[in-house]
């Protein structure tokens, strides 16, 4: 795959970008080995740039590939507030990824310009850690409208992680013609754009291509992340990315079965999951979770916080 400046970064990136959470624990839970061959196969295949972060559990597995390609692009996420919180994560980033540097890292889920500012501990420790070489790139991930916007307006952001797809899906304030215009400025400040949700979580998978043409026919997203789980995945994504139309049998191989939330019966009702939610997905009545399936983004950060195991995404 031709590579693109990822905004005014010295980052050149594939357009389309490994998703990691879909195979990490929360999810696919593929082992190892087998997760960290994947990702050198998609390096293999053209895609340089990975997604990762603290909650996806998934730095192991990039330590172990960059072994073998030690030029990847990483990117890694926090929710740390402090300076000494963020001082962890990087720490732990650097260790699971076996390298002295990171390439892009993110404060996780910035929803708004309130959220930023308190975050600005751990977001001076990033810019610290830009200065001493440790990152390359300082960005924010939302799901918000907002926080594009307060990523545009911070001078020291270099990337957004913006979740945007055609049909708006998962936007938490807004349009998907409000996001299209807090993007378009934010690009327009200069800030390198990669994508989330392309695919909405899932719920487009049978409009990937007219779904990944979208993005692409915007102009205005460098790089747009999709979690992968299999070559044929690889394989087909990097054709809808490259503008090429996939043959049936690849899009046959793919279609598969649509991903779900799966609740155990063993829940008990302790309404973590509930909280935790940023999509307003669940519910509990009666000491029993729901899940809204439209609502939900299968993000599986969820699954992380309940102390009985009872989620996964299947
Ligand atoms: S229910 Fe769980 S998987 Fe679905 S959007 Fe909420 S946190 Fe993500
Ligand atoms: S966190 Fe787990 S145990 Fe608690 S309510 Fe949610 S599914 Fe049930």
């Given at each position: 795959m031709n590579k693109v400046r990822l905004g005014l970064t010295s980052l050149m990136v594939s357009p389309l970008c490994m998703g990691t959470l879909t195979v990490g624990p929360t999810q696919k839970n593929l082992p190892l080995r087998e997760a960290a061959d994947l990702m050198i196969r998609a390096y293999e295949l053209g895609i340089n740039f990975f997604d990762s972060a603290e909650i996806y559990g998934t730095y192991p597995i990039l330590g172990l590939a960059l072994q073998t390609y030690p030029e990847m692009i990483v990117t890694g996420k926090s929710y740390a507030v402090t300076a000494e919180e963020m001082r962890c994560s990087i720490e732990k980033a650097r260790k699971e990824l076996n390298?002295?540097?990171?390439?892009i890292f993110c404060l996780h889920e910035v929803e708004n310009s309130a959220a930023l500012k308190g975050h600005r501990g751990a977001l001076e420790y990033l810019y610290e850690a830009r200065q001493r070489g440790i990152i390359r790139a300082v960005g924010i991930s939302t799901h918000t409208v907002a926080g594009v916007r307060a990523g545009a307006n911070?001078?020291?952001?270099?990337v957004i992680h913006p979740l945007i797809n055609r049909a708006g899906i998962g936007i938490k304030d807004g349009t998907v013609e409000e996001m299209i215009a807090a993007i378009q400025t934010a690009r327009e400040f200069g800030k390198g754009i990669y994508a989330m949700k392309v695919l909405g979580g899932g719920h487009l998978y049978r409009e990937a291509v007219e779904s990944v043409r979208f993005i692409r026919q915007l102009?205005?997203?460098?790089s747009m992340a999709i979690g992968m789980q299999s070559e044929a995945e690889i394989r087909f994504n990097r054709m809808l990315v490259e503008g090429e139309t996939p043959p049936p049998e690849l899009m046959e191989e793919v279609a598969g079965t649509p991903r779900a939330l799966r609740i155990e019966?063993?829940?008990?009702?302790?309404?973590r999951c509930v909280e935790r939610c940023g999509f307003d997905a669940l519910r509990l009545e009666n000491g029993v979770v729901t899940v809204d399936r439209d609502r939900c983004?299968?993000?599986?950060?969820?699954a992380r916080v309940c102390p009985e195991f009872c989620l996964k995404i299947v």
């Open positions: 390298r002295d540097y990171i390439d911070e001078p020291g952001i270099d102009g205005i997203v460098d019966d063993w829940c008990c009702g302790c309404g983004m299968m993000c599986g950060y969820c």
